[in-house]
């Protein structure tokens, strides 16, 4: 284990920086595309060595998970903002919010895809227009009635449509004539703002299955062009709310229409243990089969965002300080039903990535090998992750004195609410590609080879091979190497070499408009000759100087520099680049393993303090005043 002084990589740290500045603004590359190889980086001898640089070579911050006024529970209290202003806002522009305030990105997003709810798509610009096709039907005309007899009638017609979106489960439309006449300009809206090489549109949508109140949507995202997925529509719970059913469509999409489709699952945390829990939908014991589907269409797990993050949880993970951020943990999704201590390990990404390995082992698939990614989910048609630009999940809770102290779930049960104050600020998927292009996003999509951060834009790289030296996570050929001779992000390490350790170099460099890192750890969790899961942290690389103990953690806090009162921090703790070699101490070539990195930033004020100091009202005490902004990589996996 090893840690590095963050100076000699000062020149590559301003090198990053420039990347990164100007990553939303690149011109589309000469590279060939597909799957890459050793092969691929070979090339006639020439004297630029950048001449046929095959490997992705550029990160791209994108939302994920994002809905505009089409969304019945946006459109329908209060977001008035559309897909056009949801595009030009990730793609730089200011533009007004629902609530009339002007809002703008420090920096654009590289890419979005949004996706609306499939059930009611478009029902509140319907209403709002006073569309023939809404008032021909005998449902929505009833609908239309209540939403403009007064503020009564609009509570009563919402509900009801709650209670059909999340109960009863019968699509009260007689035609899906004009769904299919929103999804078409939809899908047409999204072509329009896509700039291969400038900013990458893509389409999606959300199935929002919710059994007895329990969490088990999904994001679809379809990475064609309208050509394609204006052959389809939207598959919506009222088809089913069974995931293997989606998959069906997922596989049907790709078949009829020659395109690629996957469907990413977010907010296990609000699934009452529903999510990972190794049975299916039905209750049925997984197969094989059933494994090799959901591996297929589900490579990637949405597993932080507004509503609570999910890496890991306090009472499963107890060695780890870090493990109780921004939870939302006391019920499922609906607030109707409270949460039991057995559900938990059935909601977190780290006991998931364990229970596949255990899976995988009896199954021979690992059902649960996903890469991890983050996203908004929010409900303003507006992408804004960062703590002191926060404008909330809905109309009504964008910049307000009082928008901290409202109901986000709301329960009979005080013990099982969740209010606006605990909303997280909100979190980013960044993906390391060739292009920023819908195939090329895709691609890293599929093969994992994307992260999450919660809102910041924290660069950080790591590969993963048998004989990495020291010395090379400091040289300027250290990507190359890393995919010559091992794998990145998402990859996979078998057969290991006799008395050999899995080495790993890991890069990570500080949001350029943010905060300083305090350290980069690996979490390792494997599978131990009784057949039992572990877990275990190492701190590879602290800020300050700080050492790293024999067990391979530094308890030293890195300190604060925040000020409560006014929300102010400063980056005179930490270090703006950290980097290290490590090699796993306790690697056993016969256990099943996986890897991956987390990043901590220094502390900075949370956006409830902001609003504390800017508004000069009390700051709400159910929350901290403070965050540890993070990434978490995609795994590396080990398989003898």
């Given at each position: 284990m090893l840690m590095f002084d963050y100076r000699p990589f000062k020149f590559i740290a301003s090198s990053f920086v420039l990347s990164l500045c100007t990553s939303s603004h690149v011109a589309a590359s000469p590279y060939d595309h597909g799957n890459i190889t050793a092969e691929d980086l070979a090339t006639e001898k020439v004297y630029s060595p950048y001449v046929g640089r095959a490997y992705p070579d550029q990160v791209l911050f994108g939302d994920s998970h994002f809905h505009t006024n089409l969304s019945f529970d946006a459109g329908l209290i209060g977001t008035s903002l559309t897909a056009h202003?949801?595009?030009?806002?990730?793609?730089?522009?200011?533009?007004?919010?629902?609530?009339?305030?002007?809002?703008?990105?420090?920096?654009?997003?590289?890419?979005?895809?949004?996706?609306?709810?499939?059930?009611?798509i478009g029902l509140a610009p319907m209403i709002q227009t006073s569309d023939p096709l809404l008032l021909s039907d005998s449902w929505g005309k009833r609908i239309y009635d209540l939403f403009n007899s007064g503020q009564e009638g609009r509570m009563q017609a919402f509900a009801e449509i709650i209670e059909i979106g999340s109960v009863t489960m019968v699509n009260p439309f007689s035609s899906d004539k004009a769904?299919?006449?929103?999804?078409?300009?939809?899908?047409?809206?999204?072509?329009?703002?896509?700039?291969?090489?400038?900013?990458?549109?893509?389409?999606?949508?959300?199935?929002?299955?919710?059994?007895?109140?329990?969490?088990?949507?999904?994001?679809?995202?379809?990475?064609?062009?309208?050509?394609?997925?204006?052959?389809?529509?939207?598959?919506?719970?009222?088809?089913?709310?069974?995931?293997?059913?989606?998959?069906?469509?997922?596989?049907?999409?790709?078949?009829?229409?020659?395109?690629?489709?996957?469907?990413?699952?977010?907010?296990?945390?609000?699934?009452?243990?529903?999510?990972?829990n190794g049975k299916t939908f039905k209750g049925k014991k997984i197969t094989r089969d059933y494994a090799e589907r959901r591996a297929r269409w589900e490579p990637l797990f949405e597993m932080t965002q507004i509503k609570g993050d999910e890496e890991a949880h306090p009472s499963l993970s107890m060695e780890d300080e870090f493990?109780?951020?921004?939870?939302?943990?006391?019920?499922?999704l609906s607030g109707t039903a409270p949460k039991e201590d057995?559900?938990?390990?059935?909601?977190?990404?780290?006991?998931?990535?364990?229970?596949?390995?255990?899976?995988?082992?009896?199954?021979?698939?690992?059902?649960?090998?996903?890469?991890?990614?983050?996203?908004?989910?929010?409900?303003?048609?507006?992408?804004?992750?960062?703590?002191?630009?926060?404008?909330?999940?809905y109309q009504q809770t964008e910049p307000s004195p009082d928008r901290h102290n409202k109901e986000v779930i709301p329960a009979d049960d005080p013990a099982l609410r969740i209010m606006t104050s605990q909303e997280q600020a909100g979190s980013l998927m960044a993906v390391w590609a060739r292009d920023n292009t819908r195939r090329d996003i895709?691609?890293?999509?599929?093969?994992?080879?994307?992260?999450?951060?919660?809102?910041?834009?924290?660069?950080?790289?790591?590969?993963?091979?048998?004989?990495?030296?020291?010395?090379?996570?400091?040289?300027?050929?250290?990507?190359?190497?890393?995919?010559?001779?091992?794998?990145?992000?998402?990859?996979?390490?078998?057969?290991?070499p006799k008395d050999k350790a899995p080495s790993f170099m890991v890069r990570a460099l500080r949001d350029p408009d943010g905060a300083n890192l305090d350290r980069?750890?690996?979490?390792?969790?494997?599978?131990?000759?009784?057949?039992?899961?572990?877990?275990?942290?190492?701190?590879?690389?602290?800020?300050?100087?700080?050492?790293?103990?024999?067990?391979?953690?530094?308890?030293?806090?890195?300190?604060?520099?925040?000020?409560?009162?006014?929300?102010?921090?400063?980056?005179?703790?930490?270090?703006?680049?950290?980097?290290?070699?490590?090699?796993?101490?306790?690697?056993?070539?016969?256990?099943?393993a996986f890897y991956y990195v987390r990043v901590l930033e220094i502390p900075t004020p949370r956006w409830t303090t902001y609003d504390a100091a800017f508004y000069n009202i009390k700051r709400p005490d159910i929350v901290p005043a403070t965050v540890q902004d993070r990434a978490y990589t995609s795994p590396i996996w080990y398989t003898p």
């Open positions: 202003e949801g595009y030009r806002f990730a793609r730089g522009e200011k533009v007004i919010s629902n609530t009339g305030q002007p809002v703008q990105l420090v920096r654009p997003l590289d890419f979005l895809v949004i996706t609306d709810h499939a059930e009611f769904a299919r006449g929103i999804w078409q300009d939809f899908v047409e809206i999204a072509d329009s703002y896509n700039e291969p090489g400038r900013f990458t549109a893509m389409t999606g949508f959300e199935w929002t299955s919710t059994p007895k109140g329990d969490n088990l949507h999904r994001v679809v995202i379809l990475a064609d062009a309208a050509d394609k997925t204006s052959q389809t529509m939207p598959y919506s719970t009222f088809d089913s709310q069974d995931p293997e059913d989606l998959w069906k469509y997922l596989a049907n999409y790709e078949k009829e229409t020659g395109g690629r489709a996957m469907a990413i699952p977010h907010n296990g945390n609000l699934s009452n243990g529903l999510m990972f493990a109780d951020f921004e939870s939302w943990d006391v019920a499922n057995w559900m938990l390990q059935y909601e977190y990404a780290r006991p998931a990535l364990k229970l596949g390995l255990k899976l995988g082992k009896e199954l021979g698939v690992n059902p649960y090998k996903f890469g991890m990614i983050g996203a908004s989910d929010t409900h303003t048609a507006l992408a804004t992750t960062r703590e002191e630009n926060y404008f909330g999940k895709f691609d890293s999509m599929q093969r994992k080879e994307v992260y999450a951060t919660t809102g910041t834009r924290i660069r950080v790289r790591v590969f993963a091979g048998w004989d990495f030296e020291a010395d090379e996570v400091s040289r300027h050929d250290f990507v190359a190497e890393g995919y010559k001779r091992g794998v990145p992000m998402g990859g996979d390490l078998s057969k290991a980069v750890q690996i979490i390792k969790g494997w599978l131990d000759k009784k057949g039992e899961t572990q877990e275990r942290i190492y701190d590879v690389a602290v800020s300050d100087g700080r050492k790293i103990g024999e067990d391979g953690r530094s308890k030293t806090p890195v300190g604060t520099t925040v000020d409560v009162e006014k929300a102010t921090y400063t980056n005179t703790i930490g270090d703006a680049i950290l980097a290290a070699h490590w090699t796993d101490p306790d690697f056993d070539p016969k256990e099943s």
